[in-house]
Structures are given as structure tokens and as C-alpha cells.
């Protein structure tokens, strides 16, 4: 399995209403290679099955390329999973 698809498989553990920073993914894959993460993420080519929307900066924010209608849309789909905001950046947990 290569580097894009152990990504694509990390993602698709991320539940509904959650979100993982690209630095956690990368841990998760044993890797600290958190742009590479994102590399693989805009890249997706079966965005209904790997749900990137959950994936977001450290400090909450979303990138601003976000492949699949922007970070508008990115934020439409996360508050529709039950993710809660302050702002334009996802209220992360502790």
C-alpha cells in the first residue's frame, strides 16, 4: 500500500462529527510528514468515500485549497456532521 492510500485509510476511520489534525493522521501512519498528508488529500479522487472534509490545520483553521468547493464548503459539511466552531476555526478538544 503506498503512502497515498494508507492516508486515504486513516481517513476513513475519522468519524462523523470529529476531526483529526494533519499532524495526528501522519502520527497515526507513523510518519511526521503532516504536508504530505495534505498532498494526498487534495489529490482524493473519491472524496464520498474518504471524508477529508475532517481533516484540518492544528490551530483549528482549514487550507484554504480545500479540493472539493473550498473551505466554505469544507465548513458546510463538517457543521452538518455536528462540528462545532469559533469563528472560522474548528473548536478542537482536548
Same mark, same amino acid.
Given at each position: 500500500?503506498?503512502? @497515498? ?22 502520527? *497515526? ?15 482524493n479522487k473519491v472524496p464520498n468515500e474518504v471524508p477529508c472534509h475532517r481533516v484540518v490545520f492544528a490551530n483549528g483553521s482549514m487550507a484554504p485549497g480545500y479540493a472539493f468547493g473550498?473551505?466554505? *464548503? ?10 462545532? @466552531? ?9
Amino acid at each position: 500500500m503506498n503512502f @497515498f492510500d494508507r492516508v486515504y485509510e486513516t481517513v476513513k476511520k475519522i468519524p462523523k462529527g470529529k476531526v483529526m489534525t494533519y499532524g495526528q493522521v501522519a502520527k *497515526e501512519m507513523g510518519t511526521r510528514d503532516a504536508r504530505r498528508v495534505g498532498q494526498a488529500l487534495h489529490a482524493n479522487k473519491v472524496p464520498n468515500e474518504v471524508p477529508c472534509h475532517r481533516v484540518v490545520f492544528a490551530n483549528g483553521s482549514m487550507a484554504p485549497g480545500y479540493a472539493f468547493g473550498g473551505p466554505g *464548503e469544507q465548513k458546510k459539511k463538517l457543521i452538518s456532521e455536528g462540528v462545532e @466552531f469559533d469563528g472560522e476555526r474548528v473548536m478542537m478538544s482536548s
